[in-house]
């Protein structure tokens, strides 16, 4: 629970967004609805400078442009890619750095590069809850003991739609749910970057990448991104299943996930956070 009542007297989080597409829009929009509630959007870096114009939001197409806007924070969702090229330099720039694309921590080595970064620099690696909800119960779970942890992702056809579920299924001619891929959550999260981040955060939360077991549904029943939890341990089990809406925009991404990303921002303001 956050209750966002703000510290009046505290400076407002500067925050800057890397990104404006399906997620990057909704926190953009969200957070210049919210300014003077201890949050202040300073711009976003895209790759056009077009981009931000409906928004009347400040775009800039280098790292070094975002960083001269002196933010506190720095939210990326823009990709994989992204995350490579601009994270390890945000953190040594001495700002927190909030990923959305989480599944990129897949890479041990990346992953070591940022923790480095943000021990040297004295800053945090955030990840926010995204398309998933159980992990403050997990990760209580984890620290009394977890023995087993599985995520199985059923989302429509047309959201696998450029990944490699192509090669395995003809998509179009669907008529029943098929499992195309079970294995470890880091091969989920390298194999569909743009699918499986859930499967990266839930195995950071609990029994790491390699343990953490992971299945993905094509399912022509649904119109929606649904996620299965299955966890059990020394406190007991955890059984959880979210029918989230499909975003719109992207119909890869749940459309809660810009909406954990602004409850992890208003969070680090807030007076009374849980
Ligand atoms: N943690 C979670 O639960 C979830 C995480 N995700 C992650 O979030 C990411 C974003 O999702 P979503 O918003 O739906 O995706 P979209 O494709 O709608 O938006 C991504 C945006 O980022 C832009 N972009 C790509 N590379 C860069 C770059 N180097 N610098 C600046 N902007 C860039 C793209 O521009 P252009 O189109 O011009 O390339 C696009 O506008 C996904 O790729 C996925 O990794 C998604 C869902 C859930
Ligand atoms: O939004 C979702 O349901 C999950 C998702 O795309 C991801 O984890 O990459």
């Known amino acids: 629970m956050t209750v966002h009542t703000t510290h009046e007297t505290a400076a407002p989080l500067r925050v800057a967004l890397i ?35 409906e928004l009347g939001l400040p775009v800039v197409t280098t790292l070094a442009a975002l960083l001269a806007l002196q933010p506190d924070l720095v939210v990326e969702a823009a990709g994989h890619g992204a995350v490579k090229a601009y994270g390890p330099e945000v953190l040594r720039a001495g700002r927190d750095l909030l990923l959305v694309s989480v599944g990129v921590l897949s890479d041990a080595a990346l992953l070591a590069e940022l923790e480095a970064a943000a021990r040297a620099s004295g800053r945090q690696l955030l990840l926010p809850s995204g398309a998933l ?29 450029d990944t490699p579920a192509e090669l395995l299924l003809d998509l179009a001619k669907l008529s029943e749910p098929v499992v195309f891929f079970r294995g470890s959550a880091r091969d989920a999260a390298r194999s569909y970057p743009k699918n499986a981040n859930v ?37 007991g089990e955890l059984h959880l299943t979210l029918r989230n809406t499909a975003s719109p925009d992207n119909p890869k991404t749940s459309l809660v996930t810009p909406y954990s990303v602004m409850r992890s921002i208003m969070a680090r303001r807030a007076v009374l956070s849980v």
């Open 133 to 161: 909800a159980g992990l403050d119960y997990l990760q209580a779970a984890k620290l009394a003991g977890l023995s087993r942890v599985c995520l199985r992702s059923r989302k429509p056809p047309l959201a696998w739609r």
């Open 19 to 53: 990104g404006l597409g399906a997620i990057g829009r909704v926190i953009a929009k969200e957070l210049l609805a919210r300014q003077g509630e201890g949050v202040q959007l300073l711009g976003a870096l895209c790759q056009h400078e077009s981009e931000g114009a």
């Open 199 to 235: 499967a990266a955060t839930l195995a950071l939360c609990t029994l790491g990448l390699d343990e953490t077991l992971v299945e993905l549904v094509a399912d022509p029943t649904i119109s929606g991104n649904e996620h299965e939890i299955e966890a059990s341990g020394a406190v």
